[in-house]
């Protein structure tokens, strides 16, 4: 690429360090292949004078970059829980059927690149793809083929073009039985003006706590015990007051890297009602005295991407962003912060480190991102389903928002519904709801009349819930006792068509992937797991190869820097504790189960798989 | 400084606020292993082997976990050990560890705990990623990164010490590579043969070119010595093997460099030992140097000097002095201009 192009590409960011990230994406979607390659790179970091290493380790760490050419539109298929489970394979078939490529292979005449991808957050209307920066859901082979036809004429871009199926709305069950309030204005607020959202009270909790003392404001938040949404339940309010205190920039961050395979809740909320958010950051800034908002979005997340965007623009056109906010001494604004697919920067530090230009890699604690954060300075990082909550305590009360919900755990509770069921999407009830409920009443039944076999509870790094633990209520406490988590509100629903060892393996490579690499435990356990469950797909495990998964998982346990090399354990245990006789009949070189041939066959072809 | 108090172990130590429990042990003579720890680094907290008891409950790791006030430290028992060893064990299974034909065998940091914790030779039944082998792109350097744990030290050692960032970490998980500057072979980045990431890195993955076949390291004789090139006065160590050739300096950790060496003190002392070096002195006869003893060499000097001190004054005599003479040699050398020749005309090399 020729270096003034890049240098243009720089200018308009800046060349600061940590916006490598947006101008690396500007600077592939230029490329027209998909690619940033050597000298490209070269030149970047000679312009904004960084180190060469620094900008090849950037660029190696996130996966949604390539050095090789790839083509005008990359095809990403997930391959996570509930896309593996509604048949990514099926998916990968078609696409080689109809274009003759495998797994990192390009068509010939440079359209098309096919790749396969983790969780794209659209898990309700699975199998689902992404085209460049395009998501579409609900595929079937004719949906499949005439999407890729509409793709030869297109060019690649920044803005995205996704599917009517994966629209936020779309995705919300619409159930009166729910308890909405979270998602009460999903479908009723127009997201693309802030007007509407205004009609409907918007941003009058932030009125109200411009009138408050930011004390008072955090003493709300406290006495509501809300707990953070993101998955390991820590109360806002006593994380808010761990933010040093002093004349120095202190930022709110808003954790928007939904990555956790399920989770589909925070682009919806972002989609279809952007300007709670940022009413929620807001609040929280003014509470804290942060003057500035960063909202960290995975990559993936275009259309949330492009809509806060919008919403910030309108906000700051209205007063509402910026100086002396409704006639108050209080300044705020809020910029938005790529990701480029790390799972691993859903971890507040592994985030903080990305938003700085930098590898996702974790940092150690102490220093907590209340003390030391962004830049250095104090940053407090909250989920973003944890700040939309704000704005309602602070309007409606504490004791309002904890009459629902049970007493450590309060409040309402996104549940996100994927796998074997009747219906699939979005449910808003009171925190604590269990499994039962959930199925039958939201998920209207499994599907096809099919018995159910297990539910993962909480992402890939959840646990595994079997008949047993169907009346268990599933807040942030109860599922800990039985050795399970609700983690971000993940409900993928198996059927008794679903084989343990395939879904295990698809959750263990996962693991594999996504791991920052860092620590030993980590970067090697999560191999070995993969390498262990692969091969007793492969019926050339034995029952010691079973028991190596739970040693190694502990000691990765035990061991890991942070909480991705801390996870495996849960799944592995749980799915054992259900269903080791499938695993050891898996021992069995004659044993036989098309699904973890078909995984094999699939998922680990082509050259780049 | 504020003081505090811990025991290791069961036995009381005195501590500095603000340090980490490694750091204190590490004063105290107390020992913890450690592999991506270095003094001279910034904390990594990468590698797990310094896990640590805490309070008879929680695994701390040590290296960068602060050290407070009354904290009971167990720096090992049975659960520790255990998972030292299946870390390590890890370790060995992920790269190819030879020692057979590792040139830093018996140096090895990574050698050394895999014995103290009796880990098990690795089964060979997890796949293995080749990762890059350069032995021929540095005339200084080598990497072989099979044998690389990804402790990072290499890394910090170019970014905070040299302050160059050629190595870096890419890829990601357990496809984590180093690069050295854009993907470059180290012998093509800007690599400036420093060896401070040699120096630091605790297995054989980044070795010089002159240790391979020179002698086993326990074979090495080790005299340290001040560096002769500039003004710092960085202490080297310079191991010889048994015949005598100088095989490696290294930075001494004790010397103003606290380990650190520039490209000279690492590479630049090969000439003590070169067969070019001039054992006696040479007087051109007949357009030809020819051998010749010192009282001839001197006298033919002495009044040759004489004779252009009498035909055209003592200012058209200069004489220049080197870094590498020492500090008493140089004073004799002005001495000898000001007093004998009578001029001022005295210079040094570290001017030019």
Redesign the interface.
């Known amino acids: 690429m020729k270096p003034e192009k890049i240098s243009k590409t720089i200018e308009k960011y800046g060349n600061d360090r940590e916006h490598l990230m947006l101008i690396l994406r500007d600077l592939e979607v230029q490329s027209g292949k998909n690619v940033l390659d050597v000298q490209t790179l070269r030149s970047v970091a000679e312009q904004m004078n960084m180190p060469q290493g620094a900008v090849a380790g950037f660029v190696g760490f996130y996966t949604m970059f390539k050095t090789e050419p790839r083509a005008r539109f990359v095809i990403r298929v997930c391959k996570s829980g509930p896309c593996h489970v509604m048949g990514s394979t099926n998916v990968f078939d078609v696409i080689q059927k109809h274009l003759g490529i495998g797994i990192g292979e390009g068509t010939k005449d440079g359209l098309f690149f096919l790749e396969k991808c983790e969780c794209l957050g659209v898990c309700s209307v699975a199998p689902a793809m992404m085209i460049n920066y395009d998501i579409h859901g609900n595929l079937t082979p004719k949906r499949i083929v005439s999407i890729l036809n509409s793709y030869k004429k297109k060019k690649p871009t920044l803005k995205e073009d996704c599917g009517k199926e994966v629209d936020g709305k779309a995705c919300v069950i619409n159930d009166p039985k729910q308890m909405k309030r979270l998602i009460a204005d999903v479908g009723v607020v127009d997201p693309l003006k802030i007007e509407s959202y205004m009609a409907r009270g918007g941003y009058e909790a932030l009125k109200k706590s411009l009138k408050m003392e930011p004390a008072q404001i955090v003493q709300t938040v406290k006495d509501s015990g809300l707990r953070g949404r993101g998955g390991a339940g820590f109360p806002a309010g006593v994380k808010w007051t761990f933010v040093t205190k002093g004349p120095h920039q202190k930022y709110v961050v808003c954790n928007a890297d939904e990555g956790e395979p399920g989770t589909f809740k925070d682009r919806i909320l972002m989609e279809e009602n952007p300007h709670l958010l940022l009413e929620g950051m807001a609040v929280c800034g003014y509470a804290i005295d942060a003057s500035l908002g960063y909202i960290y979005i995975r990559g993936e997340y275009r259309r949330s991407i492009e809509r806060l965007q919008r919403a910030i623009d309108q906000a700051r056109q209205k007063g509402i962003l910026g100086k002396n906010i409704f006639g108050s001494k209080f300044n705020f604004d809020v910029l938005i912060k790529e990701g480029g697919g790390a799972y691993v920067c859903g971890e507040e530090t592994s985030l903080i480190n990305s938003m700085e230009g930098k590898r996702g890699y974790p940092r150690f604690k102490p220093p907590f991102p209340g003390g030391a954060g962004f830049n250095g300075l104090p940053s407090n990082v909250n989920n973003v389903e944890t700040l939309m909550s704000v704005p309602m305590i602070i309007g409606k009360g504490a004791d309002w928002y904890k009459a629902v919900g049970p007493q450590n755990c309060s409040g309402t509770k996104l549940y996100c519904l994927s796998g074997k069921l009747n219906r699939t999407g979005l449910v808003e009830l009171p925190m604590g709801s269990t499994l039962k409920e959930i199925i039958n009443v939201y998920g209207k039944g499994m599907a096809k009349g099919k018995k159910f076999k297990f539910a993962q509870v909480g992402g890939s790094a959840g646990g595994i819930l079997g008949k047993d633990l169907m009346d268990l209520p599933l807040d942030i406490d109860s599922p800990m006792k039985k050795g399970v988590t609700l983690g971000s509100g993940v409900v993928l629903v198996c059927d008794e068509g679903t084989c343990a060892v395939d879904f295990l393996m698809q959750i263990l490579s996962f693991f594999e992937h996504e791991s920052c690499g860092q620590c030993v435990p980590c970067r090697v356990g999560t191999a070995q797991l993969h390498a262990l469950v692969k091969k007793i797909a492969e019926r050339r495990g034995t029952e010691q190869d079973i028991d190596a998964l739970v040693e190694k998982a502990t000691v990765m346990k035990k061991a890991s820097f942070c909480a991705l090399g801390q996870s495996p354990i849960m799944p592995i245990t749980t799915m054992l504790k259900y269903f080791r006789k499938e695993f050891v009949a898996h021992c069995n070189p004659k044993h036989k189960c098309p699904q973890c041939d078909k995984s094999l066959a699939r998922y680990y072809s082509g050259r780049g798989h | 400084m504020d003081t505090i108090q811990l025991t290791f172990d069961g036995k009381e130590v005195t501590g500095k606020k603000g340090q980490t429990i490694l750091e204190v042990a590490r004063d105290n003579g107390i020992d913890i292993p450690y592999l991506c720890y270095h003094p001279r680094i910034s904390?990594?907290?990468?590698?797990?082997i310094c896990?640590v008891r805490v309070n008879d409950t929680a695994?701390k790791?040590s290296c960068?976990e602060?050290a407070a006030n009354g904290m009971k430290i167990d720096t090992e028992d049975e659960?520790i050990r255990e998972?030292r060893r299946?870390?390590l064990g890890?370790?060995l299974?992920?790269g190819d560890h030879n020692c057979l034909y590792c040139e830093w065998n018996g140096e090895c940091e990574l050698q050394r705990l895999c014995h103290r914790y009796d880990v098990p030779e690795p089964t060979g039944?997890?796949?293995k990623r080749e990762r890059e082998v350069d032995t021929v792109s540095s005339n200084g350097l080598r990497r072989n990164e099979n044998r690389c744990?990804?402790c990072?030290r290499c890394v910090k050692a170019c970014?905070e010490i040299q302050m160059n960032?050629?190595?870096?970490?890419?890829?990601?998980?357990?496809?984590?590579t180093l690069?050295?500057?854009?993907?470059?072979r180290i012998g093509d980045s800007?690599c400036v043969k420093c060896g401070t990431c040699v120096q630091l890195c605790p297995t054989g993955a980044l070795s010089f070119q002159t240790v391979l076949g020179r002698g086993q390291s326990w074979e090495l004789q080790k005299e340290s010595s001040i560096c002769i090139y500039c003004g710092v006065g960085c202490k080297i160590d310079f191991y010889t093997n048994k015949e005598g050739v100088l095989v490696k300096a290294m930075g001494n950790e004790q010397g103003p460099n606290e380990g650190h060496l520039c490209v000279k003190g690492r590479f630049g002392f090969d000439f003590v030992q070169s067969d070019k070096r001039l054992t006696k002195p040479l007087i051109k006869k007949n357009g030809k140097f020819e051998e010749a003893e010192w009282d001839e060499a001197l006298g033919l000097v002495a009044s040759k000097l004489s004779e252009i001190k009498s035909a055209t004054g003592p200012d058209s005599i200069m004489a220049f002095s080197s870094a590498k003479c020492t500090n008493e040699e140089n004073y004799l050398m002005q001495k000898f201009m000001r007093a004998v020749i009578g001029t001022n005309n005295v210079d040094h090399c570290a001017r030019l």
């Open positions: 904390k990594t907290g990468a590698c797990r896990l695994l790791p960068t602060p659960e998972l299946s870390i890890m370790l299974a992920e039944e997890f796949p744990i990804l990072g970014s960032s050629v190595w870096e970490f890419t890829g990601r998980g357990s496809a984590t690069t050295s500057d854009m993907f470059d800007s």
